[in-house]
Nanobody, 120 residues
Framework: QVRLAESGGGSAQAGGSLRLSCVASGFTFSEYTMTWYRQAPGKEREMVAEISATGGHANYLDSVKGRFTISRNNGESTVNLQMNNLKPEDTAVYFC?????????????WGQGTQVTVSS
């Protein structure tokens, strides 16, 4: 089964940390760029971080630079997002995404999402 499965979401206080993990299955994970997106209530979905297939390059949304770190382990088919110094505006559903993978009728594979809630 072609799938991305996120875990690690939950509640945190401002200034706290959470670590999200995404496990991939059903495709050659090591050949694909992986990303994390998030969508807050009433807001458009935005890319938070991106990591190249080998893990050698990463890009981040400006508002999370210096706070979030994306990483991957191709041997385990996982991509992670370490989130430090969380802010209330980080509250959103976070999605793991493989943008270049074609599945069914659409390009791009999405995980089911995991809720992150940051309180003041």
């Amino acid at each position: 089964q072609v799938r991305l499965a996120e875990s690690g979401g939950g509640s945190a206080q401002a200034g706290g940390s959470l670590r999200l993990s995404c496990v991939a299955s059903g495709f050659t994970f090591s050949e694909y760029t992986m990303t994390w997106y998030r969508q807050a209530p009433g807001k458009e979905r935005e890319m938070v971080a991106e990591i190249s297939a080998t893990g050698g390059h990463a890009n981040y949304l400006d508002s999370v630079k210096g706070r979030f770190t994306i990483s991957r382990n191709n041997g385990e088919s996982t991509v992670n997002l370490q989130m430090n110094n969380l802010k209330p505006e980080d509250t959103a559903v976070y999605f793991c995404h493989a943008p270049d993978l074609f599945v069914g009728l659409e390009f791009g594979l999405w995980g089911q999402g995991t809720q992150v809630t940051v309180s003041s």
